[in-house]
C-alpha cells in the first residue's frame, strides 16, 4: 500500500540552526500538508501547498519556515532558525484530491531543539 | 476558526465494552474525519462522513453527525487492547484549502 515517507525519524539541534525534514509524499497525490504536534498536545495546521505554491498558511507558519517541491517527489519544509518551542513532532500529509477525501499521514519527524 | 473539542480527553474501559468519544465543532464543514494515532506513531484514517451524511459505518466503527448540533461521535464496539490509542476528529471546512482542523484527541485505554 502506498504511503507517506519522512526522514528523519528524529531530529535533534542547537538552537538557531537551520532544519530540513525531509518527506515523500503518495505519488498521485496532488495536496500536500504540514502539520505540527507539541508532546501530548493537539495536532496543529502549519501550512498547505497545491500546484507548487502555498495555499493557506497558519499563523505559527512565520518567516522562519518555508516549504518547498523541490522534484517531483520530496516536498520539504525548513526552519531556519530553531527555537526551543519548535520542539515537535511534523508530520507530513497528502490528499490525492480535493474536497471529502482521506489525508495520508507519514510516521513523522521528532524534532528535538535544544 | 474552527476547532474541533474531542471529550471526554481520556476514556478507560475493558475488553469487550463498547467506546464512545465525542466531538464538537464550531464553523461549517465538508466533512469530518477520525483518525488514530498510536503513541509517538502518525495518524491513521479510520472514517469520513460527509456533511449531507448522518451515520457511516466501517467494521467495529461507528459514526454519526449532526450539523445542526455541530457534533459527531466515534462507536468502537466490542473493544480489543488492540484498540488502545488516542482518537482525533478533524474537521473540512467548506472553506480553506482542504486542511484537516484537529480537536485535542481522546486517550483511550482497553484494559485486558
Known amino acids: 500500500e502506498p504511503e507517506v515517507t519522512q526522514t528523519p525519524s528524529h531530529q535533534v539541534t542547537q538552537m538557531g540552526q537551520e532544519v530540513i525534514l525531509r518527506c515523500v509524499p503518495i505519488?498521485?497525490?496532488?495536496?500536500f500538508y504540514w502539520y505540527r504536534q507539541i508532546l501530548g498536545q493537539k495536532v496543529e495546521f502549519l501550512v498547505s501547498f497545491y500546484n507548487n505554491e502555498i495555499s493557506e498558511k497558519s499563523e505559527i507558519f512565520d518567516d522562519q519556515f518555508s516549504v518547498e517541491r523541490p522534484d517531483g517527489s520530496n516536498f520539504t519544509l525548513k526552519i531556519r532558525s530553531t527555537k526551543l518551542e519548535d520542539s515537535a513532532m511534523y508530520f507530513c500529509?497528502?490528499?490525492?484530491?480535493?474536497?471529502?477525501?482521506?489525508?495520508?499521514f507519514g510516521q513523522g519527524t521528532r524534532l528535538t531543539v535544544v | 476558526s474552527q476547532q474541533g473539542e474531542e471529550d471526554p480527553q481520556a476514556l478507560s474501559i475493558q475488553e469487550g465494552e463498547n467506546a464512545t468519544m465525542n466531538c464538537s465543532y464550531k464553523t461549517s464543514i465538508n466533512n469530518l474525519q477520525w483518525y488514530r494515532q498510536n503513541s509517538g506513531r502518525g495518524l491513521v484514517h479510520l472514517i469520513l462522513?460527509?456533511?449531507?451524511?448522518r451515520e457511516k459505518h466501517s467494521g467495529r466503527l461507528r459514526v454519526t453527525l449532526d450539523t445542526s448540533k455541530k457534533s459527531s461521535s466515534l462507536l468502537i464496539t466490542a473493544s480489543r487492547a488492540a484498540d488502545t490509542a488516542s482518537y482525533f476528529c478533524a474537521t473540512e471546512s467548506i472553506q480553506g484549502a482542504q486542511k484537516l482542523v484537529f480537536g485535542q484527541g481522546t486517550r483511550l485505554t482497553i484494559n485486558p
Open positions: 462522513i460527509r456533511s449531507n451524511e
Open positions: 505519488s498521485n497525490h496532488l495536496y
Open positions: 500529509a497528502s490528499i490525492r484530491m480535493g474536497l471529502n477525501t482521506e489525508a495520508f
